[in-house]
């Protein structure tokens, strides 16, 4: 949410320093100094610092590295005591600040000389606020914070407050004058960032506001019960004080910047020099950053190698017959269990059953002549015959076994996996093409396929793990069991560029998801090396090449 409100008055942002010890006030022709925030360090005498005093403030070192300023006034003199020394080019702007800031300290509304007059009444109100800070001496953060919003309650100033120390991004925590109010705590946080610019501003909700840009702050005064909202805050960046009044004083709203300037040095902010700051914390930053980098990048890390991957059986049998056939029927489909012995088909060879009644009909040809040679006493004749019926008796068992196998059997038992099909009934089957693949048990493997850079680190025995598309959140281990090899089949099927491939078993035994055919991708570990040499070896590899390419070098 971003702030842009019609009632909104911004107070040019400059740099404090930190570790504000004391302020002090002298009214005109009387001795007594009146303390109104912090105490006087031993060493530091602003009384004698202020004999010279004349028009302009004037600044000294006292006490080592301690800083008094003495400001001027109609009515006096004020005088700031901070215990760091800051750099002398902060000095005209710390002095213009401090005259802007010594107004109001006084209840009277007394003015620095030369300044431009400010509002009497403001100064008043913020005046008793003031000193009931200095009452508290030197406390922790925050109850001093607690002692402002209960100060501004109760001097008038609005009824009810909340104050919150602004880093140069976010802030601490919320401290409200009224505890209810704590359970808006997020909402008025996000209030106090969203209002934050490029300068300190001051900005004025009102609860009936339906403007889109003020809406949620709007709603958060009808939330806490209250017309208007007034926000102190600093600016983007930079640290301070961001101030929230609920029900403020209209008449002391025009000095709520001092007060806020005048918490964040009481508090020891450091808003001095936050772009500096910014640049040395980034710088600082930075180094760490880098060193850990170095040191994360030399660590040694696993080889892991990706390739994809195809799983088939880790073994099968194939039904297959030595003969040209035509298929009849298919009694099995993929994925049936089987036994051995089964059928799984049955073909019809007619060539074959031609050379069988053929050789039936030779049969009975060669009987009648031994027995027509056997009643003429013709013994070689009979000899003869007899040995030719014997030579088509083996050749008719022959056409026997082989019609037989016809009725394709089982040759073990297991799951089918892949069958002919018996979508075209009666087409011809050549000799040794596959009638069936069985798989005769759970074990599955993967085929995995590697790029010609990473096939040489690939060895038998290395472990990995391969996860399949469809079998969402589940990988299953397995052994490399070969070297790369050039894949024979992509070799045969004439592709321009051959399959570097490594069969690999998987160490578990699938369950139901698991099938052959299913394709992903593959992890081996393929040993350890540095993580800057791990993730850059294809890099260094490509310039390797171009560089023995193209200039001949060999590094």
């Known amino acids: 949410m971003r702030i842009n409100s019609a009632r909104s008055r911004c107070n040019q942002g400059s740099g404090m320093p930190t570790n504000l010890a004391a302020i002090a006030h002298c009214p005109a022709g009387s001795e007594q100094l009146r303390l109104v925030l912090g105490e006087l360090p031993a060493d530091v005498d602003l009384a004698a610092l202020a004999a010279d005093l004349k028009e302009k403030p004037i600044l000294k070192r006292s006490g080592g590295d301690r800083l008094a300023v003495i400001v001027p006034l ?56 003031i000193h009931d800070l200095a009452a508290h001496g030197r406390i922790k953060r925050k109850a001093l914070l607690q002692a402002l919003v209960d100060a501004i309650v109760v001097h008038g100033l609005a009824q009810a407050a909340v104050v919150r120390i602004c880093r140069e991004k976010g802030g601490g925590a919320i401290v409200a004058s009224d505890q209810a109010l704590l359970s808006h705590a997020d909402e008025i946080g996000r209030l106090f960032e969203a209002s934050r610019g490029t300068e300190a501003c001051q ?163 060669q009987q009648i002549a031994a027995s027509a040679a056997l009643a003429q006493n013709d013994y070689g004749a009979y000899k003869l015959a007899r040995q030719r019926i014997e030579t088509i008796r083996a050749q008719v068992r022959q056409f026997d076994d082989q019609l037989e196998q016809l009725n394709v059997a089982a040759p073990a038992a297991g799951t089918v996996i892949r069958t002919i099909g018996s979508e075209a009934l009666g087409r011809f089957v050549a000799t040794g093409q596959e009638i069936a693949i069985i798989q005769p048990d759970a074990r599955y493997a993967v085929r995995l396929v590697f790029s010609r850079m990473d096939a040489p680190l690939i060895k038998a025995g290395q472990g990995g793990e391969v996860f399949f598309r469809g079998l969402n959140g589940r990988s299953y281990p397995f052994t490399v069991l070969t070297p790369a090899f050039v894949d024979d089949a992509s070799d045969a099927s004439g592709d321009d560029e051959q399959q570097l491939v490594a069969r690999a078993s998987i160490t578990v035994e699938g369950e139901g998801d698991l099938m052959a055919g299913l394709s992903g991708f593959a992890r081996v570990e393929a040993g350890s090396g540095i993580r800057i040499v791990v993730l850059s070896r294809y890099l260094v590899e490509y310039l390797r090449m171009t560089a023995w390419s193209y200039l001949g070098l060999r590094f």
């Open 74 to 129: 109609q009515d006096g003199w004020a005088g700031w005591v901070f215990d760091v020394m800051p750099p002398v080019t902060e000095l005209p702007r710390l002095v213009e600040k401090l005259i802007s800031l010594s107004a109001g300290l006084t209840g009277n509304g007394a003015q620095p000389l030369g300044a431009a007059p400010t509002s009497g009444e403001g100064a008043a109100l913020l005046a008793p606020v």
């Open 203 to 365: 900005i004025d909700i009102r609860a009936n506001s339906h403007d889109m840009d003020t809406l949620e702050a709007a709603l958060l005064a009808e939330a806490v019960g209250a017309e208007t909202l007034t926000l102190q805050v600093p600016a983007r960046g930079v640290g301070g004080v961001a101030l929230l009044f609920i029900g403020a004083a209209p008449e002391a709203m025009a000095q709520t910047h001092l007060l806020a300037e005048l918490a964040a040095l009481a508090l020891g902010l450091d808003i001095g020099e936050p772009e500096k700051r910014h640049v040395r914390l980034f710088k600082a930053g930075l180094a760490v950053a880098i060193a850990g980098l170095v040191v994360f990048m030399c660590l040694p890390i696993p080889l892991t190698i990706t390739a994809p991957a195809l799983s088939e059986p880790d073994t099968a049998v194939i039904a297959a017959l030595p003969f040209d056939s035509f298929l009849q029927s298919v009694t099995v489909d993929v994925g049936d269990r089987v036994t051995e012995g089964e059928q799984l088909a049955k073909l019809t060879a007619p060539d074959l059953e031609a050379q069988q009644l053929q050789g039936k009909l030779q049969l009975s040809v």
